[in-house]
């Protein structure tokens, strides 16, 4: 089993910056990618961005290209998002999660992909 705390979320005015992390405990070394997910209220949850634990390889959504960055610490088993220019849209509670098996890549940009989950951080940009 693999446990994820999201943190850093919070109330922020348009155009400003946020940094959200996402602890990983347990086997870790099980998991292959962290994923970034948020999900607006009355909306589907829907992909933000993927890490690689081995090569720190990224992939990110278009509507957030430019904008974020997803990075990670091997040695502290932590996955951030830094979140730049943000926008009212962007408001949503943000989930990390981790995935444990190789897929093609468009495979992880939905959450099936996905072994386990945090509890979410919600952020809300006002406009």
């Known amino acids: 089993q693999v446990q994820l705390v999201e943190s850093g979320g919070g109330l922020v005015q348009a155009g400003g910056s946020l940094r959200l992390s996402c602890a990983a405990s347990?086997?870790?070394?099980?998991?292959?990618?962290m994923g970034w997910f948020r999900q607006a209220p009355g909306k589907e949850r829907e992909f933000v961005a993927i890490i690689r634990w081995s090569d720190g390889s990224t992939n990110y959504a278009d509507s957030v290209k430019g904008r974020f960055t997803i990075s990670r610490d091997n040695a502290k088993n932590t996955v951030y998002l830094r979140m730049n220019n943000l926008k009212p849209e962007d408001t949503a509670n943000y989930y990390c999660?981790?995935?444990?098996?190789?897929?093609?890549?468009?495979?992880?940009?939905?959450?099936?992909?996905?072994?386990?989950w945090g509890q979410g951080t919600q952020v809300t940009v006002s406009s």
């Open positions: 999660a981790a995935a444990r098996f190789v897929y093609s890549g468009s495979a992880y940009y939905t959450d099936r992909a996905y072994d386990f």
């Open positions: 347990g086997r870790t070394s099980s998991t292959y990618a």
